[in-house]
């Protein structure tokens, strides 16, 4: 049997094509001979730039540097990341390229790397969440709001001090409140539901006020329960300033409680104080 090549189009034996399963014939389109003089001249082309490159790669070993497969320019080992697979335990490519291949890629399929972000991310949480330390995250928040207390206004000015998070914060504060007094959880469980409350209040009103107050806390508005000893029911919540809940609460007997403790508090820190003075 013969087979004509596609290249030099002269009928051969199919002992000179080299095997291909995936053709329908079994065979590849071209014979040896023109596959080997393109793999020659292809050879011929980019032998100086292998040339120039080994030169480089030995200078590079020679001064006791890398090359990088990338930019082509011999740099220190500490611009490598580490791989142990390889023979010298770095990767071919510097930092910089790395950091450049991977911008490339990801501004290729933004979403794609966004949703392998939040998946990962939701992975590390429940994988971590038996080991939180509440000690090192706490001091982990503290150190960062000492470091960024710029971004932590920026935030209170943009969210909290809009009516979204108030919200979402007197949520929190009901939760809060109600799991120290051993109370169920607030009626209004959620940030929607409290959203839609404050509809049927004079929330508006009093926000307003707020706002131009300049934010003074005693204007604030501030959910009180008309009986302390209940649960924050729809039925047992009201909306009032920071300060009117503040009177409140200090007539209250849970407020009173609170206060004695304070006044011992403070006494037995003062007492202290002077038995540790010279």
Request: charged share 30%; aromatic share 8%.
């Given at each position: ?121 939701i992975r590390r949480y429940y994988e971590n969440r ?149």
């Amino acid at each position: 049997m013969k087979k004509t090549c596609t290249l030099c189009l002269i009928e051969k034996p199919t002992s000179e094509f080299h095997v291909c399963r995936s053709s329908t014939s079994g065979l590849q389109t071209r014979c040896k001979s023109c596959k080997a003089q393109l793999a020659l001249e292809r050879f011929q082309k980019l032998k100086p730039e292998r040339a120039a490159l080994q030169l480089k790669k030995q200078e590079a070993q020679i001064d006791a540097k890398k090359l990088c497969f990338g930019c082509k320019s011999a740099k220190e080992t500490s611009e490598f990341n580490s791989k142990s697979s390889t023979k010298d335990g770095l990767q071919s490519y510097c930092r910089p390229c790395m950091r450049r291949a991977s911008e490339a890629s990801i501004a290729k399929r933004p979403e794609h790397y966004r949703e392998a972000s939040r998946i990962g991310s939701i992975r590390r949480y429940y994988e971590n969440r038996g080991s939180l330390d509440k000690v090192a995250a706490r001091a982990r928040c503290r150190k960062f709001f000492e470091l960024h207390p710029e971004r932590i206004k920026a935030h209170k000015l943009k969210f909290v001090r809009t009516p979204k998070g108030w919200v979402c914060t007197a949520l929190q504060g009901m939760r809060q409140k109600s799991k120290r007094r051993g109370h169920p959880p607030p009626e209004l469980n959620s940030v929607r539901a409290v959203a839609e409350w404050i509809q049927t209040t004079d929330f508006e009103k009093l926000w307003n006020a707020y706002v131009a107050s300049g934010f003074e806390t005693n204007l604030k508005p501030s959910i009180d329960r008309f009986n302390n000893d209940l649960p924050y029911l729809t039925s047992n919540i009201r909306l009032v300033t920071w300060r009117e809940n503040l009177l409140a609460w200090n007539q209250s007997e849970e407020g009173k409680e609170r206060a004695r403790i304070g006044c011992y508090r403070r006494a037995a820190f003062q007492r202290l104080s002077r038995e540790l003075t010279p």
